[in-house]
């Protein structure tokens, strides 16, 4: 364990220049390599043999060994002046007691081979603290990005080839990668080389700068998703990654760089911005493509489709089947009636539509459209006899508001096109209120009554409310009409508006009985003994005249 954890420098003729001098130290190249040699043959002796599970807890050790040595092997091969400033630096926080080189001293700790990319971040910012970077800063500041992608490239080339092995040991620890510092230090070199680098190449710098800050993306990436499920923050780690996955590759669709952003996005299932990208292309054979591959891409797609306005496209992009787009629909009502007519399902489009008109109470016009269609709608079905009455009654009322007195309209605000829809209630209580109405005619009561006629089969109206609402309408009539304080006799209760109001609801076909309140109930607080003779004389008329039943 200690061997393969820390390997200490020793002297070894085999791989001395002249053979012979055993005190000279293995060239950190050879050393490497002899180890990543060791270390797989010691993978391979245990996989291959009934040792795996003895061992189970040091395979993942094993491996991290292997990890290391691969991104040494990377830096060693290396030539940078950033790079060898921070091989320096790295290699002082350790021993030298054989006169090596930093070079030798750093390569042979590869087990904190990590504090290199730390010093290699380190001589970048000083680099970068330079008020204008030359050419040749640049340069190598590019150089040293290069090195960092070209470490990590190869460790995941290897963690790759091994990730049978690496499920198999299944250990969950965090391991050197997954810590916070690593991810920020690729992050800083992404940065370089998109915000510092890239603007100042030309076409040709362009084709070497893409590829390199594509690869440390891929490697951000994959370092997420490796630690999501290791971590107990998994949820906040998540979020990260999202967020850093839209903001790394978002730079490519500015850059209308779409194929990169097009093999990140579908590399790491940003499928939100595959769709944007797929509409900014209108390439819908890629769209189709990608909901046929991944089942969860026909969702996002619908969702952003709604949440930028492009419903329509929603219902002809073709993103998944008919039935998933149904099932999607269910909660969208306002576009799914759209997509049963396309269907001709028209009974099934007829009753959400009259749900739509139900539930709407913004703009009457709107309210209207929707219980229009929803009747067009059951008339085209094959049911032979559709039940119209909910619909029927809603439109009428409907009618009732948008043939109101202009006078009542404007008093109560309603003169634009954007007017909300009211209630048989509300609209009662326009036409025989003072506020809205100065002039009570029995025209005015008679729409009022018709409101009432309706209101008395809509299901939601109680038969307390329209009790109330009839008993409002008459003692309306009563108290605004000034023929009551002429004192007159029951012998001219026919200039009376309430008198005027029952002759014109007669000859309308209004029920008189259905309409008019009791004789008791109506006087009931009235304490004006004139009224209440003149109004008992009126209903034994009518009474007489079978309108009424006493």
């Keep these: 364990k200690q061997w393969y954890q820390r390997r200490v420098r020793a002297g070894d003729p085999r791989w ?3 053979g012979s001098d055993s005190t000279l130290p293995i060239t950190p190249e050879l050393q ?7 270390l797989q043959g010691l993978l391979q002796f245990i996989v291959t043999t009934q040792y795996f599970d ?15 040595c691969i991104i040494a092997q990377v830096l060693c091969g290396c030539k940078s002046e950033i790079l060898s400033t921070a091989i320096s630096q790295a290699a002082s926080a350790f021993p030298n007691d054989h006169e090596l080189s930093s070079r030798e001293v750093m390569f042979s700790n590869i087990t904190s081979i990590e504090q290199v990319f730390a010093a290699v971040s380190a001589s970048q910012t000083a680099l970068l603290a330079i008020e204008a970077p030359g050419e040749n800063t640049i340069h190598e500041l590019f150089l040293s990005v290069e ?12 963690k790759g080839q091994s990730q049978q092995l690496y499920d198999r040991a299944a250990k969950k620890d965090l391991t050197w990668t997954d810590r916070e510092e690593i991810r920020r230090m690729l992050g800083d070199q992404i940065t370089i080389a998109m915000e510092t680098v890239l603007p100042e190449v030309d076409a040709e710098g362009r084709f070497q700068v893409l590829p390199v800050a594509t690869n440390l993306i891929e490697s951000l990436l994959k370092l997420y998703l490796d630690t999501i499920n290791k971590t107990i923050e998994k949820d906040a780690l998540q979020a990260e990654f999202e967020r850093k996955r839209d903001a790394l590759i978002q730079p490519f669709v500015e850059l209308k760089l779409h194929n990169i952003a097009f093999s990140l996005g579908e590399q790491f299932r940003h499928f939100t911005l595959l769709v944007a990208l797929c509409e900014e292309t209108k390439d819908t054979a890629r769209l189709r493509d990608l909901a046929s591959t991944y089942p969860d891409f026909a969702e996002v797609a619908y969702n952003w489709y709604i949440a930028h306005g492009k419903e329509s496209r929603l219902l002809t992009a073709g993103v998944a089947n008919t039935e998933r787009l149904s099932k999607f ?9 759209i997509h049963q007519l396309g269907n001709r399902d028209f009974d099934t489009a007829a009753q959400t539509l009259a749900y739509l008109g139900s539930q709407e109470k913004a703009i009457l016009s709107r309210k209207k459209t929707l219980l229009s269609l929803s009747k067009l709608a059951s008339l085209a079905s094959d049911c032979p006899t559709p039940d119209l009455t909910s619909v029927d009654l809603q439109l009428e009322v409907i009618t009732h508001q948008e043939r109101l007195k202009p006078e009542i309209a404007e008093s109560a605000g309603l003169t634009d ?11 009662i209580g326009l036409c025989v209120s003072a ?41 309306a009539v009563i108290e605004r009409d000034e023929w009551w304080e002429k004192r007159s006799g029951p012998e001219n209760i026919d200039e009376t508006l309430f008198y005027r109001s029952i002759i014109l609801a007669y000859n309308s076909g209004l029920v008189i009985s259905h309409i008019l309140p009791g004789v008791e109930e109506l006087i009931g607080e009235i304490a004006d003994k ?4 003149v109004l008992r004389s009126g209903y034994e008329q009518m009474a007489q005249m079978g309108l009424i039943s006493v």
């Design 530 to 533: 004139q009224k209440e003779f």
């Design 32 to 38: 490497i390599a002899e180890r990543i040699r060791r």
């Design 16 to 18: 001395s220049s002249n």
């Design 147 to 158: 090195i960092v992608q070209q470490a990590f490239h190869a460790l995941y080339a290897w």
């Design 435 to 475: 506020e809205c109405n100065a002039s009570l005619e029995e025209v005015d009561v008679k729409k009022a009554l018709d409101l009432l006629t309706c209101a008395a089969r809509d299901d939601a109206v109680t038969d307390a409310q329209f009790e109330r609402l009839r008993l409002a309408i008459w003692r």
């Design 417 to 427: 096109s954007t007017m909300p829809p009211l209630s048989c209630t509300d609209l």
């Design 54 to 68: 003895s061992y189970r807890e040091h395979v993942m050790e094993i491996l991290i060994s292997v990890e290391k």
């Design 329 to 337: 629909l269910t909660s969208q009502p306002n576009l799914k009636w």
